[in-house]
Structures are given as structure tokens and as C-alpha cells.
């Protein structure tokens, strides 16, 4: 069977000078055979209490290592969520505070002289309607900007007035 | 809360051995127990963890002038590593919550970009219809200008 360990978790086996097989061997003797309660129950600093404390120390040691590993080996996933979320945050800026606002000026600036040539070309006794192609009714878009869409303007609200105390306000009534 | 730097990823394998019937021993015992996680990974890695404590504290044990002294050197320990795992199971609770938010919000936006995305490509044809047709108008009004 085999095991898979963090290589930082073989580094510090090896700083103890102890062996996977070894530790392997001692976690299965302490199966059904260690005391399983939360707290010790006998005398601090006896035979009894360090028993118990021992149990204790390596329960919690072994759940510290257990929810490292799972955290270390799940941690380049919640980057990379991170990083794409960030990606797919700045592209939705970008396409909403930049691109189509500027597209939208775009298409205004056009409708503009469209409307001005049509004008120019009714003067002369033409139907402008007859020259495309023509954008299908229903289809054109709404050129004016839209709020949420490019630069968010900052908006102020007006100071309050300077606070008065008490007495200066008494003083102040009835005056204009 | 204190954040505790995590360690690389990288994970390694190291073979162990162990006969069949003596390791569903312990498999049994473990589920008794109920402290063991579940499944044969979780399991092999909780035993090993478990028996490097074991060892570790026996070491300490060993260099210990007496009982006292044992017990004041492994309650220290076991001070230190129940602080780091709580910080470490709060920063990954905290971590967990972040990517299922993140998760949510990334599908959430993607839909919102999705629409965005598609207003360009209208806005883009109509751009070119307009040019185009602009381009005509100009030259049915050539003649006059």
C-alpha cells in the first residue's frame, strides 16, 4: 500500500529520524488501544496524566497534519479560483466601462450624420429610405448611454452645516 | 486571526507494509474510534501522522530529566500544535468559504460578461451597417457637392 504525504511531511520525518513504516506501525498499535477522551481526567504530571497527555498530543498532532495536507494540496485550486475570478472580473470592467460605452459613441456619432446626409439628400428631392442597407427595424440599439456603463461619475452630497453648540444656538434664536 | 503559511503542495508516496487481515483490523478499530477520516488514503495518512506523534513524544519523553518534566515538554506541544490547528482550520474554513463564493460569483459574472459580449457584437454590426450605409448616402449626394 502506499502512502501519499506531503514532501515537506518526509522533510520532517526525516529531521526526527523517524521512519514512514515506523510511524505507520506505531499509529496502528495506538488503534483500540489509547484513551479517547478530550481532556485528561488524572493528576497533571503523573504516569497516569502524561499517558492521557500523550494520547491527546498525538490526536491533535495527527489532525493539524491531516487538515495541512488537505488545505496544501487545495490551495493551488483556490488560486487558481481566485485568479480566474479576478480574470473574468477585469474583462467584464473593461468590456462594460470602455467597450461599449465607446461603441456607443461611436454608433451616435454616426446615426448623426446619417440623419444629416438624409436630411441633405430629402433637400434634393430624394427618398434617403431607399439607399441601405438599413439596419431592420427593431434592431437598432439604443445609443445613449446607460448607467453602470463607463466612468462611474463620483457624487458628492452637499457639507452639513458647522455644528452649533447648545449655548450659541440659545444665543443665535430670534436672531435673522 | 493569524494566517500560518502553508507548505508546497507537492506531495510524495512512500510504500508500506502491512498484511491484509491485520490492517482490516485496525480499519475496524478506526471506525470504532470514529477519530480516523474515511476511506483507505485518509486512513494510511492518519496512522502515519498519528505514529510519528507517538514517536515524537516518546523522544521527548527520553530526553526528559523525569515524569514532570515529560509532561510540562509534551503539554507545551500539544499547546502549540492544538493553536495551529485551529488557525489553520479557520484560515482553511475561511479559504473554503472564499472559493465557493468566488465559484458562485465567477458564474454569476460570466453570464453578466456573457451579455456584455453579446451587445459588442450587435453594436458592431450595426456600427458596419451604418458605415456602409453612409458610404452610400455620401456618393448619392456626390453629384452636388
Known amino acids: 500500500m502506499d502512502v501519499e504525504l506531503l514532501t515537506v511531511d518526509f522533510l520532517e520525518l526525516e529531521d526526527l529520524g523517524i521512519d514512514v513504516q515506523e510511524a505507520f506501525e506505531r499509529g496502528c498499535a495506538a488503534i483500540g488501544n489509547r484513551i479517547t477522551r478530550d481532556r485528561i481526567t488524572e493528576r497533571p504530571n503523573t504516569e497516569a496524566a502524561l499517558e492521557e497527555l500523550v494520547d491527546l498530543f498525538a490526536e491533535r498532532s495527527a489532525d493539524l497534519h491531516l487538515v495541512r495536507f488537505s488545505f496544501a494540496t487545495a490551495a493551488p485550486e483556490y488560486d ?97 | 486571526m493569524p494566517t500560518i503559511e502553508l507548505p508546497p503542495p507537492d506531495t510524495s508516496t512512500a510504500e508500506l507494509t502491512v498484511a491484509a487481515d491485520e490492517f482490516d483490523v485496525v480499519r475496524v478499530r478506526a471506525v470504532a474510534e470514529g477519530r480516523a477520516p474515511d476511506g483507505e488514503a485518509g486512513l494510511l495518512r492518519y496512522l502515519v501522522y498519528l505514529g510519528t506523534a507517538y514517536l ?84 448619392a449626394l456626390a453629384p452636388w457637392m
Open chain 1, 80 to 176: 487558481l479560483s481566485t485568479r480566474t475570478f479576478d480574470a473574468i472580473d477585469a474583462h467584464g470592467r473593461e468590456i462594460q466601462k470602455d467597450v461599449v460605452p465607446s461603441l456607443r459613441a461611436e454608433l451616435r456619432r454616426l446615426r448623426t450624420r446619417e440623419a444629416e446626409l438624409e436630411l441633405a439628400l430629402t433637400a434634393r428631392g430624394l427618398d434617403a429610405r431607399t439607399i441601405g442597407p438599413l439596419v431592420p427595424d427593431g434592431d437598432a440599439i439604443d445609443p445613449r448611454e446607460r448607467p453602470g456603463e463607463g466612468v462611474r461619475q463620483a457624487r458628492y452630497l452637499t457639507p452639513l452645516p458647522v455644528r452649533q453648540s447648545l449655548l450659541s444656538r440659545l444665543l443665535g434664536r430670534g436672531r435673522p
Open chain 2, 56 to 139: 515524537e513524544a516518546c523522544q521527548i519523553a527520553e530526553r526528559a530529566s523525569d515524569t514532570r518534566d515529560a509532561y510540562e515538554q509534551i503539554d507545551r506541544s500539544f499547546g502549540a500544535v492544538s493553536g495551529t490547528a485551529a488557525v489553520l482550520r479557520f484560515n482553511w474554513a475561511e479559504a473554503a468559504r472564499n472559493y465557493a463564493a468566488e465559484q458562485r460569483a465567477a458564474i454569476a459574472h460570466s453570464r453578466s460578461v456573457g451579455g456584455y459580449e453579446a451587445l459588442v457584437e450587435r453594436l458592431e454590426r450595426e456600427i458596419a451597417t451604418r458605415k456602409e450605409r453612409i458610404q452610400h448616402l455620401e456618393e
